[in-house]
């Protein structure tokens, strides 16, 4: 009886490229588009809150940025709109987009119920809506890995 040793080198690394409707894919770029697509909505809140605002001081209408419902959903506007650009830049097809974009508003909208019940706050609103657009952004793009961690 022979037994091969197997030298470390031999397994494969978990950032190794694996098969997937005969696309080579990897855990590196998918984790590199999911960096990506995080600073892409923290430019979007940054770069189009001041546009938001002006147009809103403009129309009389700035109270529409600090209600809780309202500002969460613009928000959410803005990074969305820095994604979907960055997404298309990138050469993403519009369903993969609007799919990201709804990983977006969803968290936002579930957690409206506990904040008209008045069991959350507005803080306790931002604070778990952006946390829960990140697993809401895995699921998104584990629906379409190809999408997200081709070579």
């Not at 001041?50 to 600090?66: I, N, T, Y």
């Not at 799919?99 to 803080?123: K, N, R």
Request: hydrophobic fraction near 60%; charge should be negative; charged fraction near 10%.
């Amino acid at each position: 009886m022979h037994i091969e040793a197997t030298t470390p080198s031999a397994a494969p690394a978990p950032t190794d490229a694996v098969t997937h409707n005969g696309h080579r894919l990897s855990v590196k770029k998918f984790a590199l588009h999911f960096a990506e697509m995080t600073a892409a909505m923290a430019v979007g809140m940054v770069v189009l809150h001041p546009a938001w605002m002006f147009v809103l001081d403009a129309l009389g209408a700035v109270a529409l940025m600090h209600n809780p419902y309202t500002g969460a959903l613009i928000m959410a506007t803005n990074m969305t709109v820095a994604m979907s650009a960055w997404m298309r830049f990138r050469g993403h097809r519009w369903q993969p987009i609007a799919e990201m974009g709804a990983a977006m508003y969803v968290p936002f909208l579930v957690l409206f119920v506990p904040l008209a019940l008045e069991l959350i706050d507005t803080g306790d609103l931002m604070l778990w809506g952006h946390l829960l657009m990140l697993p809401a952004m895995a699921v998104a793009m584990l629906l379409r890995p190809y999408e997200y961690a081709h070579c």
